[in-house]
């Protein structure tokens, strides 16, 4: 991450009736194939080498399908439970001194306390905190989801009305819940909403900081309509503003006024925007589905036409940013690795926006290029390799991408996957470890949308 910081009715015709037959095929084929022991079947129809579609809009969110793509490519629903089972219990509950970034943190009045560690840092990060409740609520682990957000709320939460940065989450933390830094970063914020959600409509509301619904609507509020306030921090004066840029539609890359304003693409996301165009607060609805929109526009502006790649930041009209406090910027590198999950997921959700199957094929024929096992991990956006090292993370991140590519390929970049091990070095079971997992799920038809009950 940061080192330094969106009735008309139809007539029946034939060719509509023959496609909810061939739903409705395909529907019954899929729950014979995979009876998962959880909530739903996981498996839907292979697109793999299928031309790419037009805007048909009957994405999971449509049909409550879930593409698995490991039960596609042979494996046994009792290996893929057991190996995402193994995955969360080695970096939520393995050896925590060679294993594990989820630590327990004793309890208050609202009970149990844990966080999500980047221990390669030593800190505690909204963007770990956040995709751990992800993990957690598409797993069904309520406590641990219970316990990270316990701990969030009681060191991460500004809560003074003085401060700068009411209503938001300090991005980096110490252990002890210390402030490395007492502004936001907003994937965190994002994830944070999406989780709380999805944890509202699997588990129902609680009361008070376990309402999540309510703490969800309360953070999408302040994302976009956070007042632009001065004042004090331990680290000096700042000034922060709304998360959201309102010309552009775009999520900032942080709301600090007084920096130049830009973007990361890693943090578009257009899937869960959908979502909140439907079930969040109703005045902001209409900003959130245009937002989904201008995500997917942004994408191909963002992207290289002919590897796919994207910069880690970027102007808002899709052109690299470079900053002096990261130098890596400009180029395809940690935080990019993420914008292509986030365009796959969106197509396997929604189904809106064939660009994204293209994307998917382009970027996919790159790394295949660069070789499968030996591709690096930090890229020039027109392809040149900048570090060598073959990251778990981006493997993961990458195998998600055949949820929306239709080329063959798209197969070996599963199997990639599926023989990865879990990430356990010191320097990459927190952030690789995180995106390994969530990637799994996501592989496994496993990371679902959860509605509101």
């Known amino acids: 991450m940061k080192d330094n ?10 060719p509509r009736v023959i496609r909810i037959i061939s739903v409705f095929m395909t529907l019954i084929i899929s729950i014979s194939f995979s009876m998962s022991s959880q909530t739903r079947t996981t498996s839907s129809s292979a697109t793999s080498g299928q031309k790419i579609k037009q805007e048909d809009k009957s994405g999971a969110f449509v049909t409550g399908i879930y593409r698995n793509l490991f039960l596609e490519d042979g494996h046994s629903q009792k290996e893929i439970f057991a190996k995402n089972e193994a995955a969360f219990q080695q970096l939520f509950h393995g050896d925590s001194a060679t294993r594990a970034i989820y630590f327990e943190a004793g309890r208050n009045g609202n ?9 390669l840092h030593h800190d505690v990060r909204t963007e770990g905190i956040s995709y751990g409740m992800m993990i957690c609520v598409q797993m069904n ?13 009681s060191h991460m939460y500004v809560s003074s009305s003085d401060h700068p940065s009411e209503g938001y989450f300090s991005w980096s933390l110490k252990t002890d819940g210390s402030p490395n830094s007492e502004t ?6 994002e994830y944070m909403v999406m989780s709380l959600c999805f944890a509202s409509g699997r588990w129902g509301n609680g009361t008070g900081i376990y309402n999540y619904q309510d703490w969800a609507d309360r953070i999408l509020t302040t994302m976009r309509h956070h007042p632009v306030k001065t004042g004090q921090t331990k680290f000096g004066t700042r000034t922060v503003g709304p998360m959201v840029n309102e010309e552009h539609r775009m999520i900032r890359f942080v709301p600090n006024v007084g ?14 925007y959908e979502l909140w165009a439907l079930w969040g607060p109703a005045a902001d609805r209409s900003f959130w589905a245009a937002a989904a929109d201008t995500s997917r526009k942004f994408f191909q502006r963002a992207t290289n036409l002919k590897t796919g790649l994207a910069p880690d930041y970027a102007n808002f009209d899709g052109t690299p940013y470079s900053t002096q406090f990261n130098q890596r910027s400009g180029n395809f590198s940690f935080d990019a690795r993420r914008t292509q999950m986030n365009w796959a997921v969106d197509w396997s959700w929604w ?36 570090d060598k090292n073959h990251a778990k993370g981006l493997v993961a991140t990458n195998a998600v991408v055949s949820l929306a590519a239709t080329h063959p390929l798209a197969k070996d970049f599963v199997e990639a996957l599926w023989n990865t091990p879990i990430p356990s070095a010191f320097n990459e079971r927190y952030y690789d470890g995180l995106l390994y997992l969530m990637s799994m799920l996501h592989c496994s038809g496993e990371f679902r949308i959860w509605p509101p009950k």
């Open 5 to 14: 910081q969106m009735n008309i009715r139809r007539s029946w015709t034939i």
């Open 141 to 153: 682990k309520k406590p641990e989801f219970d316990a990270i957000w316990n701990w969030t709320m």
């Open 259 to 272: 920096r130049t304003d830009f973007t990361d693409p890693s943090y578009h996301l257009p899937a869960f």
């Open 351 to 386: 189904h809106k926006d064939p660009g994204e199957q293209e994307l998917s094929n382009r970027i996919q024929t790159f790394f295949a290029s660069q070789g499968l096992e030996t591709y690096g991990t930090q890229y020039t956006l027109d392809g040149q390799l900048l």
């Open 184 to 189: 936001p970063a907003p994937d965190g914020e």
């Open 111 to 119: 009970g149990p306390l844990a966080y999500v560690s980047d221990v």
